[in-house]
């Protein structure tokens, strides 16, 4: 698959540590410690912009392969899609979604074998319900589920998923991280919280339509000049049905520049990013 950067942002630093002091031991305390030192480190954001109705049993293996050279050639965190395990086939959606366990397994093995941070969207069955679930994992084992709350019913979402309450902002081993899934996106009071609980950088999963691609753009800009932060956009490419979907998965920094942007092909959209630049931003230009 081809990478894509944008030139001034390649360069990556994150070192490994090999020591740490005894009172900072406990997990808690040591990520803590992490995340301190994150902040002043650039940090390699990558979007893997795929087809993601290609990613059934054939497909799978290929991506998840893709997923591991990815981290192993550069720790960091990477971002799926929206349902990159099969993408909005319905009703072949709930036998997608009795995949995702075995999914998870593979995810955290890959995050376990190389140190990094997985974010992408899945369907997750829970007590009869299906639900559209942003996850993280890390380090060998999830730290966070995030349930989209809004479901486009022009694509019968509503009809096969449900919704509720749900957690948006997440500690990690490279600071606090918001998200949201596709069509939240459309709704900037969800975003308010994110800003005040100190999220650094905003990930959007999504399978946005082509017929609306100039939207996608401009809510990703509008997201992080509203919130001062970065926030990073995966959409996916190919067709399901009559419906296009545009690709344009972007980065866009706290000032509203847009750093790295991918086109309407498969590729991974790639930028070093640095979190105490959203701090930066916060401090020029207060927002109350």
Known sequence: MKRTYQSQWTVSIWPQYDFCPLSLAKHGAFLYYKTMQ???????????????????????????????ETVREQRGIVVLPEIWSGGFSWPEIKATARKTPEIIKELCRITRDHPSLIIGSLPESKEGRLYNTALLIEDGRIIGRYVKQHLFSPMEEDRYFATRRSRKAFATQYGKIGLAICFDLRFPEAFIPLCKEGVWLIIVPAQWPKPRCSHWEALLVARAIENQAFVAGCNRVGRTGNTSFCGGSMIVDPWGKVIARGKGKSVIVSAAVQPDRTEEIRRTLPMG
């Open 38 to 68: 994150t902040k002043r480190k650039k940090i390699t954001l990558s979007l893997l912009q795929i087809d993601t109705e290609r990613q059934g049993d054939a497909g799978m293996p290929r991506v998840l392969k893709t997923l591991r």
